[in-house]
């Protein structure tokens, strides 16, 4: 018995230190992003400033600047646009390689697993060329065409799920006169609902931390998104961690806010990703 | 019967046709795209190039800037793979039996779902030498004798990148450890534990083999994952002070964006691609043949 109690201090110890760890450098930025530019020199870093000395003008001058609403429309736009065509091609792929048998499988499974082991930043050279040849530089549509064409994830996702639905329910909608399109539409869709919001959760939130295809594709100002936004952000603060800090605390904040609430789907979704074939 | 073999024919080209063109058009194609660039002078905009055979290769596997930004790599390889028995016990503490084992679940797979260049920039400030929480922290310790410039000194800037990526990909392997952990079944368990197993004996010969495929996994995304950091040094450093913090990335990108060598940089990436592909098709054997060997014994 004592033993074991003695084991539990132990693991709760170490579980602590872990969230110390992990929280360490978001709060020690929250308690700058609260400072004046004299507590930053006055007070520790690693304590927040005497209760009467918080500041918001930090925050203040963050959600104050007009390209913030610009990166969180962008941002937005993306996603749903994104997010939409992922999932409508997500599903009906899945359901096509696990559920029918034809000449040309194993050269499109071979494409898919292809584009899933070749390294995303270094493509972008190539791709680069496309992007521009299609006049899609410096536009919504360079990002989004990228997402849907190469993040394959989803398609992981959605074969393992479609695997656990029993074939005889497509079997018998069939004999009921169902067209495989109906099939798919009104049978198998509905029930991929959960593997659905997993998928939609985790593309968020990759989406949301994006930097790097937004800063290649759209360095027009009106493009900002909300990752590229913190980039100027940044830039224009040389300097002045206070005013950074509250910049990076404000667009850490969505994806947090989403992973806090919907942490059931993406930690379903996580493991589904990790296999290699 | 023919009309519906017809019909299932014509859906599944239906279906198939735009993510398929997708897929070719924007990344196969594009990867095929970068064997050819990597035989040209190409800058990136003009409309000519000339063919130059090898001379990209050779001048790649010349440049020792390059070299050094793959030895950086390599650190967080190893740093990457030392932490994998840390995630393993930490996979294994959550499974069992603790109190708030949600909460710390939650807590540690949240470095993984933040923003990279916001905790990036966290990180500069956490590291910064003028008023920087670290050095603070050293202090409170009494260990100001420790204090240094973590962000340009170029013996120490990589390793404190790779304790920064540690720090944000860690979780992540925890959490894939874990799901290898809870698809278990609990019964083998309760009966080695019946038998008077202990947790060390559990630990190595039920719970190590079965999560076998998943280090596999892990390895490989490790690999997949040292090769490719970016965004950390990009935002926190740019590679400097000089290359003492670039990584073999984040020298291609700024090869072609950076200094218009789109032809040298196809090299580059070549060369990434190979090295994946390589170390896929051998660790495939080596591990697969191990747990083979393992099963038959």
């Not at chain 1, 929250?30 to 507590?39: G, Q």
């Not at chain 1, 659905?196 to 994006?210: G, R």
């Not at chain 2, 609990?186 to 534990?193: G, H, L, P, S």
Request: hydrophobic residues 55%; proline residues 4%; positive net charge.
């Amino acid at each position: 018995m004592k033993k074991s109690t003695l084991l539990q201090a132990v693991k709760q110890l170490v579980c602590i230190a872990m969230v110390l760890v992990v929280l360490a450098p978001i709060l020690l930025t929250l308690f700058a992003a609260f400072k004046t530019k004299a507590d930053m020199v006055n007070t520790s870093p690693l304590l927040l400033p005497p209760f009467g000395r918080i500041t918001l003008e930090n925050f203040q001058k963050v959600l104050g600047d007009k390209y913030l609403m610009v990166g969180f429309k962008n941002t937005g736009a993306i996603l749903i646009v994104s997010i939409f065509f992922n999932v409508m091609f997500g599903t009906i792929t899945a359901f096509i390689l696990e559920r029918f048998e034809f000449r040309l499988k194993p050269v499109i499974l071979a494409l898919f697993f292809l584009g899933m082991l070749i390294p995303s930043f270094v493509t972008e050279i190539a791709r680069f060329k496309i992007i521009n040849g299609l006049g899609l530089y410096n536009t919504l549509g360079a990002p989004i065409v990228i997402y849907v064409a190469s993040d394959l994830m989803q398609l992981y996702i959605y074969r393992q799920f479609i695997s656990t639905i029993p074939r005889s329910l497509d079997e018998s909608a069939l004999l009921d006169g169902c067209s495989y399109f109906g099939l798919f539409v009104r049978i198998i869709l509905p029930l991929l609902a959960p593997a659905t919001a997993t998928v939609i959760i985790i593309k968020a939130i990759t989406i949301i931390n994006d930097m790097y295809i937004p800063y290649l594709y759209m360095p027009k100002n009106k493009l900002r998104t909300l990752t590229t936004f913190l980039m100027n952000f940044a830039n224009a603060q040389q300097g002045s961690w206070q005013k950074l800090a509250a910049g990076i605390i404000v667009i850490m904040l969505p994806t947090i806010v989403i992973y806090v609430f919907f942490q059931k789907y993406i930690l379903a979704g996580v493991a589904a990703g990790a296999v290699k074939e | 019967m023919k009309s519906l073999e017809k019909q299932k024919r014509i859906f599944i080209f239906l279906s198939l046709v735009i993510p398929m063109a997708l897929l070719v058009g924007f990344v196969v194609f594009p990867a095929f795209d970068l064997f050819r660039m990597s035989f040209t002078d190409w800058d990136g905009y003009s409309a000519t190039w000339n063919f130059i055979r090898l001379d990209n290769y050779i001048s790649m596997f010349h440049n020792e800037n390059l070299w050094q930004s793959l030895k950086n790599n390599a650190v967080y390889f190893f740093g990457h793979l030392l932490f994998i028995p840390i995630e393993l016990m930490f996979a294994v503490l959550l499974t069992s039996k603790l109190r708030a084992a949600k909460f710390y679940k939650t807590m540690v797979f949240m470095p993984y779902i933040i923003n990279g260049v916001a905790i990036s920039y966290a990180f500069s400030y956490f590291f910064s030498p003028i008023n920087g929480a670290f050095d603070a922290i050293l202090s409170a310790v009494h260990l100001e004798a420790l204090i240094h410039n973590w962000l340009s000194d170029p013996k120490l800037v990589n390793f404190v990148l790779t304790a920064v990526s540690l720090w944000r990909f860690s979780g992540y392997h925890v959490i894939l450890f874990m799901a290898a952990l809870q698809s278990l079944p609990q019964d083998v368990q309760e009966a080695a534990q019946v038998d008077g197993a202990d947790s060390w004996q559990l630990f190595k010969y039920i719970q190590i083999p079965s999560i076998m495929l998943m280090v596999d996994f892990v390895l490989f995304d490790n690999i997949r994952g040292a090769l490719q950091v970016f965004d950390i040094p990009y935002v926190m450093t740019s590679g400097g002070p000089g290359y003492a913090s670039s990584t073999f990335t984040l020298y291609t990108i700024d090869t072609a964006f950076k200094y218009s060598n789109f032809g040298l940089a196809s090299t580059m990436a070549v060369a990434i691609m190979v090295m994946i592909v390589v170390i896929y098709v051998v660790q495939d054997k080596i591990i697969h043949g191990l747990v083979l060997r393992r099963d038959k014994e």
